[in-house]
C-alpha cells in the first residue's frame, strides 16, 4: 500500500518561514510527478508547486519567489521551502504524487492526510 506522510506544518508569524515534507512509503519503483496543494476554507483545492521526476518545477504566480519545491527521488520525498510567508497562504496543505508505480498497485495517483499551515500574528 502506497502512503504519503506530510510533516512541518504549524502557526508562524507573517514574514516567517515554513519547511513542509512528504515522504512517499511502500514498494514503488517510481514517481512522475510529486507537488503541494493548498486549501483554505470555503475555497477549492489549488496548486501550489510541483515537481517531475526530472526537476522541471512548477509554481502557482503568488508563490513565485517565496516558495521553492524540492526532491529527492531516492527518498521518495518532496520538500516544500516556504519563505516570506503571508496570511493569505494560511491552509491545509496536502502532498501529491502522480503517476505512481508501485509493486501490486500499477499506475495510481495518491493524496496526503494534509498538514495545517497557519501564517498569523
Known amino acids: 500500500q502506497v502512503q504519503l506522510v506530510e510533516s512541518g506544518g504549524g502557526l508562524v508569524q507573517p514574514g516567517g518561514s515554513l519547511r513542509l515534507s512528504c515522504a512517499a512509503s511502500?514498494?514503488?519503483?517510481?514517481?512522475?510527478?510529486m507537488g503541494w496543494y493548498r486549501q483554505a476554507p470555503g475555497r477549492q483545492r489549488e496548486l501550489v508547486a510541483a515537481?517531475?521526476?526530472?526537476?522541471?518545477?512548477n509554481y502557482a504566480d503568488s508563490r513565485k519567489g517565496r516558495f521553492t519545491i524540492s526532491r529527492d527521488n531516492a527518498k521518495n520525498t518532496v520538500y516544500l521551502q516556504m519563505n516570506s510567508l503571508k496570511p493569505e497562504d494560511t491552509g491545509v496543505y496536502y502532498c501529491?504524487?502522480?503517476?505512481?508505480?508501485?509493486?501490486?498497485?500499477?499506475?495510481?495517483?495518491?493524496w496526503g492526510q494534509g498538514t495545517q499551515v497557519t501564517v498569523s500574528s
Open positions: 515537481i517531475t521526476r526530472s526537476g522541471t518545477t
Open positions: 511502500g514498494s514503488i519503483f517510481s514517481i512522475n510527478v
Open positions: 501529491n504524487a502522480q503517476g505512481v508505480y508501485a509493486s501490486g498497485y500499477g499506475w495510481a495517483d495518491y
